[in-house]
């Protein structure tokens, strides 16, 4: 593949309009993220405009993993309960879940899990 000035034309309007390199690499077509990566820097394509800032991803219950909505359903009202996130199962198995018991103050997991993720010096030492 060689750049041709189309190609360095197509490169410089995608970078300018924000476009990611490996997005950049698949519209141009036989040519790698590096390789744009590499060209945008030889020709000098360090900038973006100021009004291309990554948006936030909004993420709604809707579409949040089952395994998640655990999580967040189990949470007081209040905010002040923290529920255990220690795993239970496998992810891509459908009866997934975290323990979801009360987590202890500024810990993930809740007393028992934090018996087993956490082992004092003493302990491991003997």
Known sequence: MSWTD???EALRKFWQQGFSASQI???LGGVTRNAVIGKAHRLGLTGRSSSLKKQER???T???PTYYQQIIDSTDKD???K???WPVGDPKQSDFHFCGE??????PYCTKHCAVAYNRKSETAA
């Not at 009360?102 to 810990?107: C, D, I, S, T």
């Open 25 to 27: 690499a698949k519209k």
């Open 58 to 60: 909004i993420v709604t």
């Open 62 to 64: 809707e579409s949040v």
């Open 6 to 8: 189309q190609r360095i």
């Open 79 to 81: 905010g002040s309960g």
């Open 102 to 107: 009360q987590a202890e103050l500024g810990k």
């Open 83 to 85: 529920p255990c996130m």
